[in-house]
């Protein structure tokens, strides 16, 4: 079967999340069976990103027909965009091929060989050694600060240690997918293992963790209900342990650990405060700036001394008396459509949140407590926005006067040579051309095969494109 309209990645993803929210079988299942259950997948997975967009809003909807509908975008999605041309661009430059070895003994392997898996120490070693360094370049070009490898996941688990047992299964998934193209095997690229199997397998190859160790960041990596295959690597399999193919392993990868960790709400406080010393990157990035002085955390209060609020970082150009005010959010970076619409909502309660305080400051019925040496609070042009990690959202904000930026967004703006420079980019941000970087398209869903809605969809033009700085006037 061919599905050109959606990467198999996505399509296992969504397919097996589903299965764990209702079961299609607890046994062997018929080849039409299966292509019953993914052409309900697929059909949900036209309908559940159009019903998230409808949701908030979105789209707009215009019947055409007597039973077709057409469904347009109803915002400038020039910051969607955006964030899809920078994603596409973390990507390490110096990725290792497989080395003679590697390629000698997967071009050895016959069907015969394939079910008694184990490759020579001399040639798995090698391939843990590449996909190790690939952990370490992937973790590297994401625009947040790495996590440090002894950060704490909980249960005895370190960001290193779930790191390093990414790179084993890595290794394991891709020597497997190798010696099973060698011998020409049709969809048989698939690892199955018992739990002691492969536990015994990644003790040796992550330097002899402990087997206790090892046991918990497997479980940690299992998929399950409300998990998803984008951070759950590993698939319960009556009895056995089914490793995902290689195309679905990640390269978010702090994201992948830290998500997994903070499935348990018991082990998120913790999380979370780290998740806000990273945040400091903000004020570190806009006293880089000339002439740019920088506050944090600055308490707001009332004429009683009651806190009303705070502003989380706060940027003043003294000379022109401009001024910069965000609300910083740090959340988990989202890998799926779902955390995609948290990460919206929490922008939009960012912004709700600021407009508050802000309020209460232009009416002087709080203060805000800045450095002494700063004009009065009245005396400052303020600018007032919501800083995020990583993501962009073309949805308007909730309160008037006040943007969403990212900190990947405003990373790439260089050289940046005032903080009026930067203010003017952020209202007016620079986003890809309609057209020259990419085009709207459409795709038509049919729909109880008597209604048909068409929908526009956002499609990149190969043409890379980051933000820059316009160029002065002088």
Request: proline share 7%; charged share 25%; net charge negative.
């Amino acid at each position: 079967m061919a599905y050109p309209e959606f990467s198999w990645d996505a399509l296992i993803d969504f397919l097996i999340s589903w299965h764990f929210k209702h079961e299609f079988g607890t046994g062997p299942c018929y080849e039409e069976d299966v292509s019953d259950a993914v052409s309900a997948a697929m059909t949900a997975m036209r309908l559940e990103p159009l019903a998230a967009a409808l949701r908030v809003q979105a789209y707009r909807v215009r019947k055409t027909g007597d039973a077709k509908f057409r469904v347009s975008f109803r915002w400038d999605m020039g910051l969607e965009v955006a964030d899809m041309h920078l994603e596409r661009q973390v990507a390490p430059a110096d990725l290792e091929e497989p080395t003679e070895d590697e390629i000698e003994w997967a071009s050895e392997q016959s069907r015969s060989k394939l079910n008694p898996f184990h490759p020579p120490n001399d040639v798995i070693s090698a391939t843990m050694g590449r996909t190790r360094r690939a952990i370490k370049s992937w973790r590297a070009v994401h625009q947040d600060p790495p996590l440090l490898d002894y950060t704490d996941l909980g249960e005895g688990l370190t960001v290193g240690t779930m790191a390093e047992v990414l790179a084993a299964l890595m290794a394991m998934a891709e020597l497997g997918e190798m010696a099973h193209s060698t011998a020409r095997v049709r969809g048989a690229t698939l690892q199955h293992s018992t739990e002691e199997a492969i536990t015994e397998w990644l003790g040796q190859l992550c330097e002899n963790l402990p087997q206790d160790v090892v046991t918990k960041a497997i479980r940690r990596l299992m998929a399950g209900t409300g998990k998803s295959l984008r951070t759950s690597l590993l698939l319960p399999n009556s009895g056995l342990i089914t490793v995902l193919p290689l195309v679905m392993f990640p390269r978010a990868i702090d994201a992948i650990v830290l998500r997994t960790a903070a499935s348990d709400p018991a082990r998120y406080g913790p999380i979370g405060k780290r998740q806000g010393e990273r945040a400091k990157v903000w004020g570190k990035w806009l006293g880089a700036i000339p002439g740019v002085k920088v506050s944090e955390g600055a308490k707001v209060r009332t004429p009683t001394g009651q806190v009303a609020g705070d502003l989380d970082v706060v940027a003043l150009d003294p000379v022109t008396r401009k001024g910069l005010i965000l609300e910083i959010k740090w959340p988990i970076d989202a890998l799926t459509l779902a955390e995609t619409s948290k990460t919206d909502q929490i922008i939009m309660l960012a912004s709700t949140q600021l407009g508050k305080v802000r309020r209460l400051l232009v009416a002087k019925e709080v203060r805000a407590k800045l450095p002494p040496d700063w004009p009065a609070f009245d005396e400052i042009d303020w600018t007032w926005g919501v800083g995020m990690p990583q993501q962009l959202t073309s949805q308007p904000l909730p309160e008037s006067e006040m943007f969403a930026t990212s900190f990947r967004y405003v990373s790439h703006l260089a050289p940046i040579n005032s903080l009026p420079e930067l203010i003017s980019v952020l209202k007016n941000p620079v986003v890809p051309e309609l057209n020259k970087h990419y085009k709207i398209g459409n795709i038509t869903i049919p729909l109880q095969q008597r209604h048909s809605v068409r929908i526009e969809r956002l499609e990149c033009i190969e043409i890379d494109w980051i933000p820059e700085m316009p160029a002065s006037d002088g």
